[in-house]
Structures are given as structure tokens and as C-alpha cells.
């Protein structure tokens, strides 16, 4: 069994091509691989949360095929977006009922971006879920979330990768990043989220070369640039090449699996 001491994992964000961090973490799994520390965006945030919180891979998976975020019951009445933030509270309640960072089972760090502010926060203590919303609150398709008197949206404007999170924290770092780009034709954008979302990436690839290199090991997934940010319909897909390609890298990497191990 390989247990490696202060092992970080950062999972960024993605909307539904987050899933493939499941994959990814079970294919660790199957090498008894367990980060100590998480840090997460977005998608990865919520992924991360529910990792942290104890739930398996199998469960986690089921949360994102079950959970219907764009129900008519979550559409925003006379607030800035399609869907409440608010609304969805209840929901992940119902998987993490004591709602704090210190009740999980891991060291669990969030990005949420202050929208009034235009500055990065790094949540890790204190209440979990509204700092889960705020991290995963996409510009313009969900509401902000308040929290302490702020408010915050995704994460990801700013800081879609958080390495710098648990860098100080943590001897080795595994990274999965959700997110590949490529040159897309005028005609790949078909609808006003598409650009919406395309902006959103051509903004997050800032600073990534530095963080990347911050990783011991790094899981990207080529392919998952045929998958949108919103569709669950190719779920189980995407999961697959999360797995398939964590257990190419875990496994070209036996070596770095060795380094800190207890």
C-alpha cells in the first residue's frame, strides 16, 4: 500500500467535464493513493467537497447524474442570473449536514472570485456549502453567493487551478485539470454561453504554465475538449477518460508514487 505524506490533489474547474475528476480519483484509489489535502474549483470544489466529506467515487458519480441544478424550481426571480444559488443550499445540506470545512475528513481549500471586488478568496474554514455555491456560481448562469457580507462567483475567473492553495501544505501534488484548449472555428460557437464559456477559458489559461509545473504529476485529459460545460447526457463518458488517463499517468509514474511514502 502506498501512503505518500502531505499528498496534495487540485482539481479545477470545468462544469460537467469535472466529472472526470472522479475518475481520476478512483483510478488513485486503485493504487491506495489518498491526498492529505484538496484544493478545488468550481466543479472541483464540489468534487472535492464530497470526497473530503467521505462519499465514494461510485456516490459522488451519482450526485451529478441525480441532481438536477436547472430545474425550474432553481430559476432566479429578480436577481443577476438564469439560476438561484440559494436554492441549491438544501440540496448539498443533504450530503454534508454539518456544513464546515473542520467536519470533513481531509484539509479542503475553495476558490470563489469577490465580484465587486474583482479579488480571488480562498475558502477553508468556517461554514462549507456557501462557499461550495459561490465556488461553482458560473458568471451569468447562477447568482452570486453571499458570504460574510460579500459575494462571490466561480472561482475560476481568477484562479481555476489552485495549486498556490496547498502548495505550502504539502510535499507532493497531484493535479487534474479539466479544461483542454484548442483553436475552435466561428462555427463551434452556436450559442451565447458558448461564448460566454470560450471567454471564460481563453481567460483561465493565464498563468497556467507556472502552475502546472507546480505538480509533481499532472492529469489532463486531451479529449475532453468534445465536451461541453453544461451537458450531463455523456457523464459516464467523461468519467471514463478522468479514469483512463489518471491510470496512464499514475502508471508511467510509479517512481514519484515512491517519494514521501510512510
Same mark, same amino acid.
Given at each position: 500500500?502506498?501512503?505518500?505524506?502531505?499528498?496534495?490533489?487540485?482539481?479545477?474547474?470545468?462544469?460537467?467535464? $469535472?466529472?472526470? @475528476?472522479?475518475?481520476?480519483?478512483?483510478?488513485?484509489?486503485?493504487? /491506495?493513493?489518498?491526498?492529505?489535502?484538496?484544493?478545488?474549483? !468550481?466543479?472541483?470544489?464540489?468534487?472535492?467537497?464530497?470526497?473530503?466529506?467521505?462519499? !465514494?467515487?461510485?456516490?459522488?458519480?451519482?450526485?451529478?447524474?441525480?441532481? *438536477?441544478?436547472?430545474?425550474?424550481?432553481?430559476?432566479?426571480?429578480? #436577481?443577476?442570473?438564469?439560476? *438561484?444559488? *440559494?436554492?441549491?443550499?438544501?440540496?448539498?445540506?443533504?450530503?454534508?449536514? @454539518?456544513? =464546515?470545512?473542520?467536519?470533513?475528513?481531509?484539509?479542503?481549500?475553495?476558490? $470563489?472570485?469577490?465580484?465587486?471586488?474583482?479579488?480571488?478568496?480562498?475558502? @477553508?474554514?468556517?461554514?462549507?456549502?456557501?462557499?461550495?455555491?459561490?465556488?461553482?456560481?458560473?458568471?451569468?448562469?447562477? =447568482?452570486?453567493?453571499?458570504?460574510?457580507?460579500?459575494?462571490?462567483?466561480? $472561482?475560476?475567473?481568477?484562479?481555476?487551478?489552485?495549486?498556490?492553495?496547498?502548495?505550502?501544505?504539502? #510535499?507532493?501534488?497531484?493535479?487534474?485539470?479539466?479544461?483542454?484548449?484548442?483553436?475552435?472555428?466561428?462555427? /463551434?460557437?452556436? @450559442?451565447?454561453?458558448?461564448?460566454?464559456?470560450?471567454?471564460?477559458?481563453?481567460?483561465?489559461? /493565464?498563468?497556467?504554465? !507556472?502552475?502546472?509545473?507546480?505538480?509533481?504529476?499532472?492529469?489532463?485529459?486531451?479529449?475532453?475538449?468534445?465536451?461541453?460545460?453544461?451537458?450531463?447526457?455523456?457523464?459516464?463518458?467523461?468519467?471514463?477518460? $478522468?479514469?483512463? !488517463?489518471?491510470?496512464?499517468?499514475?502508471?508511467?509514474?510509479?517512481?514519484?508514487?515512491?517519494?514521501?511514502?510512510?
Amino acid at each position: 500500500m502506498i501512503r505518500i505524506m502531505d499528498l496534495g490533489l487540485v482539481l479545477s474547474g470545468g462544469g460537467v467535464r $469535472g466529472i472526470a @475528476h472522479i475518475g481520476a480519483i478512483k483510478a488513485m484509489e486503485e493504487m /491506495d493513493i489518498y491526498p492529505t489535502h484538496i484544493a478545488g474549483t !468550481s466543479a472541483g470544489a464540489i468534487v472535492g467537497a464530497l470526497y473530503a466529506e467521505g462519499y !465514494s467515487c461510485e456516490k459522488i458519480l451519482e450526485f451529478f447524474k441525480k441532481v *438536477d441544478l436547472f430545474t425550474f424550481g432553481t430559476y432566479a426571480l429578480k #436577481k443577476p442570473g438564469f439560476f *438561484d444559488s *440559494d436554492k441549491l443550499f438544501d440540496i448539498f445540506k443533504k450530503y454534508i449536514a @454539518h456544513d =464546515t470545512f473542520e467536519g470533513l475528513k481531509m484539509n479542503l481549500f475553495i476558490t $470563489g472570485t469577490n465580484i465587486l471586488e474583482g479579488t480571488p478568496k480562498i475558502f @477553508h474554514k468556517g461554514p462549507l456549502i456557501r462557499a461550495i455555491l459561490a465556488s461553482a456560481a458560473y458568471p451569468g448562469v447562477f =447568482t452570486p453567493v453571499k458570504v460574510d457580507g460579500q459575494y462571490y462567483v466561480d $472561482g475560476g475567473v481568477l484562479n481555476n487551478f489552485p495549486v498556490d492553495a496547498i502548495q505550502k501544505h504539502c #510535499k507532493t501534488i497531484i493535479g487534474v485539470y479539466v479544461n483542454p484548449f484548442e483553436k475552435l472555428e466561428i462555427s /463551434d460557437l452556436k @450559442h451565447s454561453y458558448n461564448v460566454m464559456d470560450r471567454a471564460l477559458q481563453i481567460k483561465m489559461k /493565464d498563468g497556467l504554465s !507556472s502552475k502546472f509545473n507546480a505538480c509533481d504529476l499532472l492529469i489532463c485529459p486531451a479529449t475532453l475538449v468534445n465536451y461541453g460545460t453544461f451537458s450531463f447526457k455523456n457523464a459516464d463518458k467523461i468519467y471514463e477518460l $478522468g479514469y483512463k !488517463s489518471a491510470k496512464e499517468a499514475l502508471g508511467s509514474n510509479k517512481g514519484l508514487l515512491l517519494t514521501n511514502k510512510v
